[in-house]
């Protein structure tokens, strides 16, 4: 069965950097778009950032443009989500997604301290 798993998160301040990372099994990774998504408290869950399968692009959300970066090592089957210059705004579970499907990953936390 699809399996997600992240990992990565963590409490940082203002302006560090994190990179999570989510190994996929069960499913063949190469041949699928993946995502991350966020849940602050309080919010509802939004995507974070997408990237295609065989050299797909990639979307970001507006307010991490220039600052996240997705990537992905099919060899691997892991996704990853490099994070950098964090805002405290950034803070909430993040979870991968196997495209649009509902398989999703338990979430790792990340918190930005101010």
């Known amino acids: 069965q699809v ?6 998160g963590g409490l940082v301040q203002a302006g ?6 989510c190994l996929a ?3 063949s990774f ?3 778009s993946m995502g991350w998504y966020r849940q ?9 950032a997408t990237i295609g ?3 797909g692009g990639s979307w970001y959300r507006d307010s991490v ?9 099919d060899a ?5 989500l490099q994070m950098n210059l964090l805002k405290p705004e950034d803070t909430a579970v993040y979870y991968c997604r196997l495209g649009v499907t509902s398989s999703w990953g338990q979430g790792t936390q990340v918190t930005v301290s101010s």
Do not use: M
């Open 40 to 48: 602050a408290p309080g919010k509802q869950r939004e995507a974070v």
């Open 25 to 27: 099994s069960g499913f």
């Open 3 to 8: 399996q997600l798993v992240e990992s990565g």
């Open 53 to 55: 399968h065989s050299g």
């Open 76 to 80: 691997k089957n892991t996704l990853y």
């Open 65 to 73: 443009k220039g600052r996240f970066t997705i990537s992905r090592d």
């Open 30 to 32: 190469a041949r699928n």
């Open 16 to 21: 560090e950097s994190l990179r999570l990372s």
